[in-house]
Each structure stands twice: as C-alpha cells, then as structure tokens.
C-alpha cells in the first residue's frame, strides 16, 4: 500500500502546493454560480484565476520541486503557509470582481475566512454579491475542513494543538500514538486521514444545509449558513441570524451542529489516545455541556430580577425567548462561531437589562475543543488547570495526602496541568502585546481589546457585539489590518505550534 502512494504524483508533491491546488480547483463552485445567475464579470474573475492557480501548480510539479528530508519541518511550514500565504491568492477573485476596494481588505477578508475568524471587514452586506457571499462562506468551510485534518494528520502526532495535554513525548517531537500510526509514512497517514474525516465534514454540511432549506431559508443562505456552523466561522450573507428567515427551527438546527466544536470525540476517535473514546466520559464534552447549560441559567437568573422590577415576570413567552437566546448565543461563542441569536436582544427588552459583552469574551477565549475548527485556550487545558486546581486545595487541608490515580489523568494532573498553564500564559502574553501594539497603532485602547481577543480567539463577530461604539474594520489603518491578520494565523495555529516551527533542532540537517 505503501508503495501505491509513492508511485503517486500528486502524493509526492509537498503538501501546501497540493492545498495550492485544492483552492484553485474549488474556485470552480463560484465560477459555475456566477455562470448560472449571468454574472459574467465575476464568472471570468473566479475562471481566471483558478485556471491560471492551476497551470502554476501544475508547472511548479513537473519542474521537479525538492523533497525535503525533514517533515516536521515541512508540515508545520504548510501550515503556517495555508493560512498567511495562501489568502494572498485566494483574495485575487474577489478584489478583480468587487473592483471597489484595496487588495489588503480582500487579503484580510480571506484570511479572517480561512482562519475561520469570521470578521467582517465589509460590514454592509448588500456590497457583495450572492458569489461572492458564496465565495467567503466556502473559503472558511474549506479552512475548517484543512483544521480536522491537519489536527489528526500533523498536530497530533507533534503533540501540539492541545494534545500536548495529554502526550507523553516533548513539544514537536512525536507522541504516544498508536504503533500503526506511529509506523506510517506521514503522507500516507494524511491521505488516509483526509480520505476518511472530508466525506463525513462535507456530509454533515450537506445534511444541515438540506435542514435548513427546510426550515424555510434561501438555498444560499442556507449552504453559507451550514458551511459557516461545520467551520465555526460566523460567516452570514444577510448580516446575522436576524435577518434568515427560517427563524427559531434554523437556530435550533444550527445549534444541534454547534457540537460537533465542543469535543472531537463527537464526530471520530482517531485521536482518543487515552482511555475509552466515549462522549459522556469526555471532560471537554462535560465542561462544554455545563457552560450551555449553567451561563444561560444565571443570565436567565439575572434578567428574571430585572423583569420583576419592571413587572415583566408573568411574561412566560418572553421570558423562554429569553433563555433559548441566551443558551444559543452561549453556545455559538462558546465554539468561536460567533452567531447571535435572534432572541439575545429579547433579554434585554423582557428585563431592561443590558447583558454584559465580557461574558461573551470570556467564552470565546475559553474555546472549544481540541482538534476541532474551535478557537481558543481549549476546554482540554481549562480541564488540565481545573484537576490541579482541584488537586492544590485538596494539599490545603491534607498536606501529606497522596492523589488518586485516576486512570488517564495522571499526565494532565502533572506535566499537562504545567503545559496548560504555560499556554494560557503564552495567550495572555500575546493577547497583552497585541493590545499594546493595536493602541500604538492609534487604535482606541477598548477597541484594542476587543480586537485582540476576537482575532485571537478566531471569534470575528465579537467585534460587532461586544464594543458599546461600532468598529469598522475597513477604516483601519494599513499596519493595523496587518497586525489583525496576524493575530488570526497566530490564533489558528497556536503560540506553541509557532515556537516548534522555529526550533533549532528543526532546521538542522
């Protein structure tokens, strides 16, 4: 089997030049699209550049490009390669057809996209076309898709990406995987894997867009919508989930594929390497699940006050409204998706009350999953920090106790609790210097934070729900935007992945 990779082409090729590829072919959806509704001009932009993206693939594979020995090396590069390199490409389509704007904004619209950040730096959604709409909801589908497979493919097995929580080896060196996987060729075990997680991400899409076509949305709405929940994007043609028309059974559609962003176990084992790969025995799955269920109860708690204030109480209707709006909302920044129920601003009319913006920050930066299209600090390390935590007040009140050696825990109460932390801290470090340079920028220093966390923690809408005054991306200054697009890869690949990629050991022969 072996062997029948090798004899490939394409297997051979190194791996971004393959994604390379992949994006140009994919540029033919919206070409086709356009072709159909008779927008010539945005046809022959997406046509254009996806067969010239193409004829250069191709050139570059028949001129022979150098294997490199060193495939740690080469995948962590890929990465770093997919979500700061390929957008410059990826943008070309869109500027030649909007024809209105920089080729910065539409570099950093790609970027917010395929990072799956979701910010908007067009914030009039009537100033894009339906392929163009088309086009930003599948370039973020297709970064999340890239997120499921790089995970198991080439985080994993580096321990990186929140598995050094669990991994028994150093940082960028390998982990305890199984032997089988352990003995592949890495370009086998990434077909392998790609042939296995990319029918199951695209079939989960095509169910929730054919879910929410019944609910009552328009085709397109309905495939960005679905494309944007699989990739946790936040990506919406009609500005938010106020203006969708299937209304309270799209969102409760859209909440149900919400998550598949809280633990990876809900939708493949490959990388359950410790104990049984059940989901009611996931902590990240059981953090997640009282998060839903336990902000939105003190939220409801909260408004319950203010609306017997008011006299509101007795508004039973108002006051389910309320809570569905709460736990949607919690739920969507919880997984970094970003979308804003319909029924949010209900609370705030049944109550009078405002619900504080930090509350949905502090999710976002929180995360989901590991190894899903989640951003953020990951439950998996607040779940290390929780046990030794837990651990340390135990030593309180028995100082010479000994822990139970709970099964599969032993590595997060120890080494993994320390990882953990040194990773929070590295996000708080980033998120603090980021700050700092946003505001040197001539950035308003609220407004400094509330980008920093939102591109951080790859939740774009955060940008528009959170800030008491509007923040429009596009009326930034050049360096501003670059510093944001920066942020976004960094919060995508990780602060630990981009300290492995510049390891010495890394770059000697």
């Known amino acids: ?214 609910s009552g949305d328009t085709s397109l709405v309905a495939l960005s919508h679905a494309m944007s929940v699989m990739a946790t994007s936040g990506i919406s043609p009609v500005g938010g989930l106020t203006n969708m028309s299937s209304g309270l059974a799209g969102e409760f559609v859209m909440f149900m594929f919400m998550f598949f962003a809280l633990s990876r176990l809900t939708f493949s084992s490959d990388t359950a390497l410790l104990g049984a790969a059940r989901l009611t025995q996931d902590p990240e799955f059981r953090i997640g699940l009282l998060l839903i269920l336990g902000v939105p109860s003190l939220l409801f708690l909260r408004h319950f006050l203010g609306a017997y204030d008011v006299d509101a109480v007795n508004q039973v209707g108002a006051a389910l409204q309320a809570f569905w709006g709460a736990m949607f909302t919690v739920m969507s920044f919880l997984t970094t998706t970003g979308f804003v129920s319909a029924d949010w601003e209900q609370a705030r009319l049944w109550s009078g009350l405002e619900t504080p913006g930090m509350i949905l920050m502090g999710l976002a930066v929180m995360g989901g999953g590991v190894a899903t299209t989640a951003g953020g600090v990951k439950l998996l390390r607040v779940y290390a920090l929780y046990l030794n935590g837990l651990r340390e007040l135990q030593l309180l009140v028995h100082p010479s106790s000994i822990g139970a050696q709970l099964k599969g825990r032993q590595r997060i109460r120890k080494g993994g609790a320390f990882i953990a932390w040194m990773s929070f801290m590295l996000f708080a470090l980033t998120l603090a210097v980021l700050i700092v340079v946003l505001a040197a920028t001539g950035v308003d220093f609220e407004q400094a934070v509330v980008l920093a966390i939102a591109t951080l923690s790859t939740t774009g809408p955060l940008i528009d729900v959170v800030s008491e005054t509007p923040i429009y991306l596009i009326d930034l200054g050049p360096l501003a935007k670059g510093i944001l697009c920066a942020a976004m890869v960094l919060g995508r690949l990780e602060t630990l992945a981009i300290i492995a990629l510049f390891t010495p050991s890394l770059w000697r022969n």
Request: zero cysteines; proline letters at 5%; charged letters at 10%.
């Open 1 to 214: 089997m072996h062997a029948a990779v090798e004899s490939r082409l394409w297997v051979r090729l190194p791996l971004f030049l393959l994604i390379w590829g992949t994006a140009a072919l994919s540029m033919a959806l919206p070409a086709i699209h356009a072709l159909v509704r008779g927008n010539y001009p945005v046809f022959r932009s997406f046509a254009m550049a996806g067969g010239l993206g193409m004829v250069a693939v191709i050139l570059i594979a028949l001129s022979g490009v150098p294997r490199s020995g060193n495939w740690t090396r080469s995948q962590l590069l890929s990465l770093l390669g997919t979500f700061a390199i390929l957008p410059g490409y990826l943008a070309v389509p869109l500027h030649d057809a909007l024809q209105t704007t920089t080729f910065l904004n539409a570099y950093f619209d790609m970027v917010s996209a395929i990072t799956t950040t979701g910010a908007d730096i067009f914030n009039d959604p009537d100033r894009l076309g339906a392929t163009l709409h088309l086009w930003r909801a599948q370039v973020g589908w297709m970064g999340g898709l890239f997120m499921w497979v790089a995970a198991a493919a080439i985080l994993a097995p580096l321990s990186l990406g929140g598995f050094e929580i669990t991994a028994r080896s150093q940082l960028g060196r390998g982990t305890d995987i199984p032997l089988q996987q352990k003995a592949a060729d890495p370009r086998y075990r990434l077909v392998r894997i790609t042939k296995t997680l990319a029918p199951l991400y695209a079939g989960l899409t095509i169910v929730a867009w054919v879910l929410l076509l019944m």
